[in-house]
């Protein structure tokens, strides 16, 4: 009896320690789109005067970015609001090969509090598809 107790022991340990490996090997396989935005920081300040981004872009084709931001507030019910901006952009798309640095200028947009914000661009695809790539930020006191 005792040498079929330990091998039942030693089966659910085996079981255990799979589910484990299967969890993590399920958060690592975390899949990342090929064309997108991430933010410098995951927060910003209120006294931070630019909040700085990288698009990037890993699909292997040349596309066109649109270098006039949108800036979007979360609202309490999940959605988001559009945010005004007092600074004026020319319409002239940017080649995006591999990655762009970037920043805007928090002075652009005066209504600026704390809280979780969405940052997008527009690019344009070989085949003149457009695509929206957006990062998430928080902003602090």
């Not at 991430?38 to 990037?56: H, K, P, R």
């Not at 209504?111 to 914000?117: D, R």
């Not at 929206?132 to 006191?141: D, G, L, Q, R």
Request: glycine share 8%; charged share 20%; proline share 3%.
């Amino acid at each position: 009896m005792k040498g079929w107790g330990r091998g039942l022991l030693l089966i659910l340990l085996c079981v255990f320690l799979w589910g484990c490996n299967v969890q993590q090997g399920q958060e690592e396989t975390e899949v990342i789109a090929p064309l997108r935005l991430e933010m410098a920081q995951e927060s910003y300040s209120l006294s931070d005067n630019e909040i700085t981004w990288q698009a990037i872009n890993e699909t292997g084709d040349a596309h066109t970015i649109w270098l006039i931001p949108t800036l979007e507030e979360q609202q309490s019910d999940g959605s988001w609001q559009a945010i005004e901006c007092e600074a004026g952009f020319c319409g002239v798309g940017d080649p995006l090969e591999e990655t762009m640095q970037g920043s805007i200028d928090t002075q652009w947009y005066p209504t600026l509090k704390s809280g979780v914000y969405r940052l997008s661009y527009n690019v344009q695809k070989e085949d003149s598809e457009r695509e929206t790539i957006s990062a998430e930020f928080v902003v602090t006191e």
